[in-house]
């Protein structure tokens, strides 16, 4: 319910009683003097402070309710990613010549993987986890929770130590990994590392992919409106490739294998505006799965030989072009000036008239909102069609394109790279708008926008030692 129809029934209950309080109050008042007789007058004065007070107290309650009922601010307090060792490092020459030794790939197959290698933008400096560096993985779940051990322990023992906040201050705490669902979950794995509070509130988000990122920040901040107020939420975002590797020879389930790479992220996220780094401004979830091959695009499935994988299919981007669409109709109200909105609205109307087919729709032009775009590193394919149905410029993408070239496909965390190549840069400033875009499973497109508050003060982070290296003209390669 809005403040106003908050305002308006809370104005006609202070009239009613305002209205039977005072008649009461003057009936007490008169009765005695009627009857002394005609010539004593009650004093206007007397009723004055009754309805001063009653006055005040609405006011009182108004604000009080005003406070409780409207929607608080959502902060980003911090965010650390997951800096890879150089021991986990695969070269695409590693990668293929494992791929002809194995003895579980056909030849066919190998081929296929060489193409995808070299379209595939990724340098020789991505990682993934240890059992994937033998010739055929095989990861079981000691691995698996190993591998997840590597990544979330470490990213978040590099946020505590940023963002300097006590344990105890955590009370909530939200954790995505797609394929990996071990039990005890992995938020329990982190409250029993961490030791946090008993009364804290869980969550554990599992089987949405790249866009579960996004999705968590959308839930953290609903979960922070019920909280009490300066309450922190954890967020913690990974994907543990291991067991998802997939031994066949289908080549739309062998995709995820040469893309994939080990990768997360720690974000705290609050509504105290202490310490803050980003303002979030606006969520915007999109799913799609309505829609059948929307559905099935990223499936995890069994081969004919029951070789179990995740399907990727070919109309991937013209999906991904679907939801995105969705999406910006979705969110454009929210974000974008009045100027576009009109621009847009005339061009629709338009395209409704007579012969107004050939009119083709307007794109808004969302440079004009936004200082910096973090797209999805899904792959050449996703950036260049995102790139070029938003109509932006080399600019913009260069943090996706830099992202899948230093660390590849990171699923849900990888526009979290991209957020922290601006701060390595130093592109960061006071006020500048971000635009996070994350696309997943389901299929599903979710966006959030952010506001910088502070800028970073260090280049520490996952593109500490090689952020001068960078960016590499690789747009024209691929």
């Known amino acids: 319910m809005s403040s106003e129809s908050h305002l308006r029934r809370l104005t006609l209950v202070y009239n009613c009683t305002a209205n039977t309080l005072i008649l009461r109050t003057v009936s007490k008042k008169i009765a005695p003097w009627l009857a002394a007789g005609p010539e004593i007058v009650p004093q206007p004065t007397a009723i004055w402070p009754i309805r001063s007070l009653l006055v005040i107290a609405l006011l009182v309650i108004t604000c009080t309710l005003y406070l409780a009922l409207r929607s608080r601010t959502v902060y980003l307090v911090d965010y650390a990613c997951f800096r890879q060792n150089s021991n986990l490092r695969i070269t695409k020459a590693t990668f293929l010549e494992h791929a002809r030794l194995s003895s579980l790939l056909d030849d066919s197959i190998v081929n296929f993987i060489a193409t995808i290698l070299k379209r595939s933008g990724m340098s020789d400096e991505t990682c993934v986890p240890p059992v994937h560096h033998y010739i055929e993985p095989c990861c079981g779940l000691d691995e698996a929770c190993s591998e997840a051990e590597l990544v979330v322990f470490s990213v978040i023992d590099d946020l505590l130590a940023k963002t300097c906040i006590k344990r105890d201050a955590i009370g909530g705490l939200i954790t995505n990994c797609s394929a990996f669902c071990p039990v005890p979950s992995i938020a329990d794995m982190i409250v029993n590392k961490y030791k946090l509070r008993g009364d804290i509130r869980v969550m554990n988000l599992s089987g949405m992919a790249c866009s579960a990122s996004m999705i968590a920040v959308g839930l953290a901040s609903n979960m922070l409106q019920v909280m009490p107020r300066g309450s922190h939420v954890l967020v913690v975002s990974t994907e543990t490739i291991g067991p998802s590797y997939y031994s066949g020879n289908k080549r739309s389930m062998v995709l995820s294998n040469i893309l994939l790479r080990i990768g997360g992220v720690a974000k705290l996220l609050s509504t105290s505006r202490s310490k803050a780094r980003f303002r979030l401004v606006h969520f915007t979830r999109t799913i799609t799965a309505a829609n059948n091959s929307a559905y099935r695009c990223v499936y995890q499935e069994e081969d004919e030989k029951g070789n179990l994988g995740i399907a990727l299919s070919k109309d991937l981007t013209v999906v991904a072009g679907h939801a995105l669409k969705a ?68 600019q913009y993408v260069e943090p996706s394109w830099m992202t899948l070239h230093r660390f590849g496909n990171q699923l849900s965390s990888s526009v979290w790279y991209e957020l922290a190549y601006i701060d390595a840069k130093g ?52």
């Open 427 to 478: 592109q960061m400033k006071k006020n500048d708008r971000v635009w996070m875009i994350g696309f997943g499973a389901g299929y599903e497109c979710n966006t959030a926008s952010w506001v910088c508050i502070q800028p970073s003060s260090s280049a520490d982070g996952p593109w500490g030692n090689c952020i001068n290296h960078y960016p590499k003209d690789i747009f024209k390669k691929i």
């Open 327 to 394: 999406n910006i109709m979705a969110t454009g109200p929210y974000v974008l000036p009045t100027s576009e909105l009109l621009k847009f609205l005339l061009f629709n109307m338009a395209r409704k008239m007579p012969h107004g087919r050939n009119i083709r729709p307007y794109i808004p032009n969302f440079c004009v909102t936004f200082e910096h775009f973090c797209i999805h590193a899904g792959g050449p394919a996703v950036i260049s069609s995102v790139q070029h149905g938003l109509k932006l410029s080399d």
